[in-house]
DNA sequence: TTGAAAGCGCTAACAG
DNA sequence: CTGTTAGCGCTTTCAA
């Protein structure tokens, strides 16, 4: 068991002073060629690495990311993060994962944890808890002190600082509009409670597009979900009490459920009903019959996040306007759905 | 924008030495009650925060641990990162996420780079490419420097380190026993190829299991894949070229992937086919007909894992003896499996 | 009860 | 070309 090697062990074992020495190990031009070649081959024998904890303290900066999102069990997230980690890195940065479990306590404990110097700066998507309570007082301090913040997915406008967002009232418009063009008349709408910011934004985009065909919105046709746990029920609810020929759902889960569902009391996919469902995932692919979905691309919008934050603390940004980027959503067309003539 | 308050700043604001200031913000009790007061006032109002930085350089000790895994769009590695999250946390602990992406070099690299001082230990499942070039020297230099190393799923029996793992033959073994239990003779095994350990280890209990009942071995019903892209093409040729009536898969997606082609050729399951799959995710449940399947009990194993590892870290481990635990699988039956009269 | 000083490992300004 | 020194923010002797 041989510790790590450290710069004054080095200089003492040398008899070369530290700084000649951690400079030789830099290949510091200043320093002879010789004394550099003899260092080196010294480092490398003991397998010398700069300790990063010391530089992050003498350079002010750690090179590591902290990302705080609210669940990882979400194929959604577990893109993005891929997509962070991609840039990440290859850009020389460690990424600091916490979750939140969709609770605000959590969030606010998370961030102020890994502020006090762990971290260069921050990649979050809000709880469910944060959006419900709507109070932002973490992020604003943590945009006080000076820390870059880039918000993705779940953002919020109160907050002025780079975003990384889907247009989700635009593609659940897109996908609505899909399913009446395809001939579905009366389209029922599996949605979150309205807090959560992209369960608002989705079900906007259904009404537009009903609006726009000049169809009724009919409230008895849209369900929205507070938990997970009990989504069967509400769904089985929505069976019972009307009729309808096509489901957009604000993610794949819920679609998933209800074509389940639909099966079960013998209606035929997509003749009877025809599905859409939001976040393209390995649920969508995989189900039967397979799911039509908008793709959001979480790697994409990973990479992108990470992208706009490293630019920011390296400084290839204007420091005082913030963007927001907009990834193209994209419909997958699979089984699900009628085909347009 | 404030930047964080240092001690040397509250020192000089309020005119005390920095070494007092230190200690009564910790409230030490050999400070006067009334500088402990007055320091303690100033810190809240100023929202001081220790730098961890600092704190992890004079203590030689980080309070992060480091995980490695190969991919995080994989349910099971998600939930067990959820479980290391949990444990981790709630003992004070930062989880930092690496992805090898199934590559021996990227897992080389990553672990290069948190050796050095960015955490207190790690947590590693090992990428395909490690088990296939059997180099485990990066697995060793850590072990050598002192850094307690916890091996999870992917593990292997040369390192000398705790470990967590599944009793992955056992649960095949019971899986392929229920299976002929239902009435399946003729049972098609849909693995992964050899050097991946989990996938060797359940090819075994397949076999066990057949060897017990006297079944003889037939190698045509076994496939192995290696890229998960074409398996579709590989269990196509295997539903050509063979008759079976079960199916045990050493993922739940090849077994979900292997569903929806029996289906297609019109095969009804489970009276036809039967399927069995290992990892029980969001797929099994979902899937149509619902996937009876091997439950990993992933967070848990991400629990014990991270337990073992701090445990180790705070020296409530005995220093040389190193622990293997193994977690209990449970069958989870579900559609896709006859049921035992 | 308080404070000065050393030191964690490293970098960099400045002197020699 | 090499070395001395200071300092990043904190804790911890040890001395006053």
Redesign the pocket.
């Known amino acids: 068991m041989k510790?790590?090697?450290?710069?004054?062990?080095?200089?003492k074992e040398l008899?070369?002073?530290?700084?000649?020495?951690?400079?030789?190990?830099?290949n510091?031009?200043?320093?002879?060629?010789?004394?550099?070649k003899k260092v080196q081959a010294f480092a490398k024998l003991h397998n010398?690495?700069?300790?990063?904890?010391?530089?992050?303290?003498?350079?002010?900066r750690t090179k590591n990311i902290g990302v705080i999102i609210p669940e990882i069990v979400h194929h959604f997230f577990t893109t993005v993060i891929e997509g962070i980690e991609k840039v990440a890195n290859s850009r020389g940065y460690n990424v600091i994962v916490c979750l939140s479990s969709e609770s605000f306590e959590k969030e606010v404990v998370n961030m102020q944890t890994l502020v006090?110097?762990s971290i260069d700066g921050f990649l979050v998507s809000l709880s469910k808890g944060t959006q419900a309570k709507k109070d932002y007082h973490h992020l604003n301090e943590v945009m006080d002190q000076g820390m870059p913040l880039v918000m993705f997915d779940r953002v919020v406008d109160d907050i002025d600082c780079d975003k990384t967002i889907v247009d989700d009232t635009q593609a659940a418009f897109e996908a609505v509009s899909f399913l009446l063009e395809t001939g579905c008349r009366k389209i029922a709408l599996i949605t979150t409670v309205d807090y959560v910011s992209v369960g608002k934004l989705r079900t906007e985009g259904y009404e537009k597009a009903l609006q726009k065909q000049g169809i009724p919105i009919e409230p008895n046709l849209t369900i929205k979900i507070e938990d997970i746990e009990n989504c069967e029920i509400l769904i089985n609810q929505l069976f019972d009490s009307q009729h309808f020929d096509g489901v957009f759902a604000v993610n794949e889960y819920f679609a998933v459920v209800a074509m389940k569902i639909a099966q079960k009391r013998g209606f035929k996919i997509p003749d009877d009903i025809s599905f859409i469902g939001f976040t393209d995932g390995i649920l969508s692919k995989c189900a039967t019959p397979s799911l039509s979905s908008i793709a959001q691309h979480g790697t994409e919008m990973g990479e992108i996040s990470a992208k706009m934050l490293i630019d920011r603390l390296e400084e290839k940004e204007d420091e005082f306007t913030h963007l927001t980027q907009i990834i193209k959503t994209t419909l997958v067309e699979r089984e699900s759905t009628k085909r347009l003539s």
Chains 1, 2 share one sequence.
Not at 15 to 26: F, M, P, Q, W, Y
């Open positions: 510790k790590l090697v450290t710069l004054k062990q080095i200089s008899d070369i002073s530290i700084s000649t020495v951690s400079k030789a190990i830099r510091h031009k200043e320093i002879s060629l010789d004394t550099r010398y690495r700069p300790n990063s904890i010391a530089v992050s303290l003498k350079n002010q006090n110097g």
